[in-house]
Structures are given as structure tokens and as C-alpha cells.
């Protein structure tokens, strides 16, 4: 009689075990309700990946002009005016408000 209620609890923890399992993977953090906001989550992220990767081509490409062997006339002279307020004589200010 012993053995018949041990086997009845043991197939009722597995059952349990089993349910818990199946629960998890439908409605658990990775599971199948997940997937769709997984799929959403990813694609937002590789569209920030991508925005990312064309700023640092963007910056890589203003460093390559002010490489110090051979800075890149016009960007010089664009970091001198927004930097240093620095104008020629023949050209003329004009200040907007922010």
C-alpha cells in the first residue's frame, strides 16, 4: 500500500514538474508570449546599432581630416571659428539667439 502512494506522489511531482515546465516556456520571460516583444526589442536595438555605427563612421572621418601630418584645411579652419570665435577681417559675424 506504501508503495502504490509513493509512486502516486511521485508521478504527481513529475506532473507538477512537467506543468510548471510548460507553463514557463509559454508564458515564462523567453517563452512563446515573449517572443513578439523579443522580436520588437531587437529590431529597435539594431536600428540604434545602425544610427550608432554611422555617428563613429561620421566621427572617424572628422578625426581622419585633422590627422596632424595633413589636417584638412577647411576643417581646421571650421574648428577655429566655432572654437575660438576667430573670423578673418573680410568676413562678417552674425549672432543668432538660441
Known amino acids: 500500500m506504501a508503495a502504490i502512494q509513493k509512486a502516486k506522489v511521485t508521478q504527481h511531482a513529475a506532473l507538477a514538474a512537467l506543468l510548471v515546465m510548460g507553463g514557463l516556456a509559454i508564458a515564462g520571460p523567453s517563452g512563446l508570449l515573449a517572443w513578439s516583444e ?4 531587437l529590431d529597435k536595438r539594431e536600428a540604434q546599432l545602425a544610427t550608432l ?3 563613429r563612421t561620421a566621427l572617424e572621418n572628422r578625426v581622419a581630416l585633422l590627422h596632424p601630418d595633413h589636417a ?13 570665435n ?4 573680410d568676413e562678417v559675424v552674425i549672432k543668432l539667439d538660441d
Open 38 to 41: 523579443n522580436l520588437r526589442l
Open 86 to 89: 576667430v573670423v578673418h577681417p
Open 72 to 84: 584638412d584645411p577647411d576643417m581646421v579652419g571650421e574648428l577655429l571659428r566655432s572654437q575660438l
Open 53 to 55: 555605427q554611422a555617428e
